[in-house]
């Protein structure tokens, strides 16, 4: 029975160490503000789901960069809309940024500001490629061409001289910091001391086998209660058994 015990006791005292120092850190929670701290550890981010998809269409002109990360726009380093499937161009004007989708155009003013989504082309078409003639758009959809106006209020089949004349924004990849700074925005700050903490306390940062070795130490616990038990009363057991032998 000592031996169980003893063998109990070092099997889980790594695991009662854990469970004793995540129990007192949560305590002081909010005294330490750990629900407002962040880790931004890579592999522990993947390991919540948080990791960053590889990067889809990019576009740049006249000094603005657009970027669909997962379903995720950016424009110059800052989220503009999210739910977007496709990114096929981008035009810089001369009040307002026009990104295309398959079938809708997104208007955000030269400082980054959203205005409002118009659509560019009827269905069925979708759009293939943006452009601009001197300070009016242009564009290329599976049908047909058409050109706008600077001010975006509406877009009417484009003539075969605008067609001739028209400069076209064709894919380009992002910097590797411009890369970075994208990942770290589609991430966020990270995830909370507080819930990594939590989550180690309880073996959820294992997901379900974190759950189950868990419940096997919480077992252990209870075989080491007991048998700690068993090995205090034994002696006692068999000193009044001895000592009933010899008044006999």
Partial sequence: MRRVHRWLGIVSLFFILVLATTGIALNH?????LDQRTV???WLLHAYGVSAPPPGPSFAADGHRATLL???L????VEIAQDIDSLTGIVALPTFVLLATDNAGIVVTRDGQYVETIELVPAPETVTRL??????PILQSTLAYYSGDSELTH?????????????WVDQSLPSKQELQQLVR????????IERVLADLHSGRILGVSGTLLTDVIAAIL????LTGLAVWLLPKSRQNRNNNSKRQ
């Avoid at 209870?222 to 209660?225: A, C, E, N, P, Y």
């Fill in 131 to 136: 452009g601009r003639v001197g300070e009016r």
């Fill in 222 to 225: 209870i075989l080491l209660s």
């Fill in 74 to 77: 950016y424009l110059d380093g």
């Fill in 70 to 72: 997962g379903q995720r």
């Fill in 155 to 167: 877009f009417k089949p484009a003539s075969p001289n605008a067609r001739d004349a028209a400069v």
């Fill in 29 to 33: 929670s909010e005294e330490w503000r």
């Fill in 40 to 42: 931004n550890a890579t």
């Fill in 185 to 192: 925005l589609y991430r966020g700050k990270g995830v909370s």
